[in-house]
């Protein structure tokens, strides 16, 4: 009597096939590299940190630390609540950035007058650092998550409104004469022609937007708010916690990296470009 066994390499064998598997393993060496060598230097420098003695109170900054507190986190549940607040301002900020940036970005790109006009003011504010209009949002805002999501509002509405801009732009002005010849509209031109032809770009655009959003996000939780990925930080540094500092930074990296992954892959569904 023969007793079959199943390892989980056969199983993804039989579900992959032997060439998409060689495949997924060949696509996903390089990234191993990289993580394995940022990991090495992460140690690296825990070590130095460890072994000089003006350093060693940040030794909980180390690999080793950092994991068992992002275990810890994860395990008792503390570090869902933060997530979900950092989450919830970065979707409303986003969300209001899109409404605003797509709309004016259509504007700017179809009139040309309006790109003349807004161009100059708009790369002025584009180059103000979000973080700059904190006094301003405290004075404006009732509440410091309104304040926040303002913040974040100012860093996600110049990529949007350049790269929509920047989309229409590239639209053939041939497009345009044959819709009109053929009687269209202004919104079926901007339904059947526009929004179609610039999906990349605002996706694009988009992906941009939630890379500064994100960055901006921390350094607005410092103040203020009682939740948040960056008040999570904050209060480590303040309990002299560096391990479970070590961890949020992590947490804040895996996300971040989603967060790209994801615009990046829509980049791609609405890219009709691609072969």
Known sequence: ???STTTPMNSAVSLLGPAKLIRLLSNLQYPAMGITGLLALWWVGGLLIEN????SAFSAFAPAPAFHALYDL???GEIWAP?????????VGLTWGIAIGVPVGVTIGYIGVALKVANVPFQFLRMISPLAWMPIAVMAFETWDSAIIFLLVMATVWPIIFSTAHGVR?????????????????????RRIILPAIMTDVMAGIRLAVGVAWVVLVPAEYLGVTSGL????NDARDTLSY?????V???????????????????KRFNWHAE
């Open 243 to 247: 391990d479970y500092l070590a961890a």
């Open 83 to 91: 997530i979900t607040s950092s989450l919830y301002r970065i979707l």
């Open 170 to 190: 590239r639209i053939d002005p041939n497009w345009f004469k044959v819709a009109r010849n053929l009687g269209a509209s202004g919104t079926q031109m901007l």
């Open 52 to 55: 000089n003695e003006n350093l």
């Open 1 to 3: 009597m023969s007793a």
């Open 230 to 233: 960056g008040y999570a930080i």
């Open 249 to 267: 930074v992590l947490v804040i990296g895996i996300i971040g990296y989603g967060l790209d992954s994801v615009c990046n892959l829509l980049i």
């Open 74 to 76: 994860v395990a008792s």
